[in-house]
């Protein structure tokens, strides 16, 4: 989701006496919620701007998502100071637009200037990604089990420490499935076995690692292959033949 959050805080360069003598100004603190990726329609309402006034003005805004990258994203009614979203934005991308507003009096002399900072709530909507689509390793059928094998590395992209960017490793399938060898991975992505090797009975294990986030609507997950080589180590005693 989109969480717009509007901070409007004053940057008027007058001093303390005129602040206090304008208390006919109020400036409201108010925060909106969207969906990451908005599909419209647009352009919805996001919020508006309210200021005590006696006397007719009309708003300017300008700024990021006005004027400025990425363009075209807000707009303000110039006469209620209503705002409005006409397209989506990207958290991976912004992560906070900040505008400039200006209210003018008719006769084009500025009445007040404002802040308004929208920040932008992450969405799942980016799956980890393995570092690599293939993992391979050469591996004596004489290793200890228990010792880590290799390890695999899967990052997310969207908004570090939380439900969307948080992921676990898991083994989804091992090829063959082999009774007196089993696979595991840590939460760090070490794989380690269980039980022993034996080139006769496997030359390889094809094994299929999905990493998985932690999203609170939707959990994305990819995977990626970790190929295991047995190799054919010398594991019997040499037997004599022929003897008289």
């Avoid at 200021?51 to 805004?61: G, S």
């Avoid at 900072?117 to 228990?146: C, H, M, W």
């Avoid at 595991?184 to 998985?212: H, R």
Wanted: charged share 25%.
């Amino acid at each position: 989701m989109l969480c717009f959050f509007l901070l409007v805080y004053c940057l008027s360069s007058a001093t303390t006496s005129e602040l206090l003598s304008r208390h006919r100004r109020a400036w409201i603190i108010g925060s909106f919620e969207i969906e990451e990726g908005h599909r419209g329609p647009f352009p919805y309402k996001l919020g508006e701007v309210n200021i005590d006034r006696k006397y007719p003005i009309y708003f300017e805004l300008q700024g990021q998502g006005v004027d400025e990258e990425p363009t075209e994203v807000i707009s303000i009614d110039k006469e209620f100071g209503v705002l409005y979203v006409h397209k989506a934005v990207d958290y991976e991308e912004w992560q906070t637009l900040e505008l400039r507003l200006q209210a003018r009096k008719m006769d084009e002399s500025i009445e007040t200037r404002l802040g308004i900072l929208i920040s932008v709530k992450d969405i799942n909507d980016n799956p980890p990604r393995f570092e690599r689509d293939l993992y391979e390793i050469n591996l004596p059928q004489e290793s200890t089990q228990g010792s880590n094998l290799l390890k695999v590395h899967a990052t997310d992209i969207d908004k570090s420490e939380t439900l969307n960017s948080t992921f676990h490793y898991e083994i989804k399938s091992v090829s063959p499935n082999v009774r007196d060898t089993q696979f595991f991975i840590d939460e760090s992505g070490y794989i380690s076995f269980k039980g022993c090797l034996n080139y006769k009975v496997a030359e390889k294990f094809t094994i299929v690692v999905e990493a998985k986030d932690h999203g609170e609507v939707v959990k994305l997950s990819s995977s990626t292959i970790v190929v295991v080589h047995v190799g054919n180590g010398n594991n019997h005693l040499p037997v004599i033949s022929g003897q008289t």
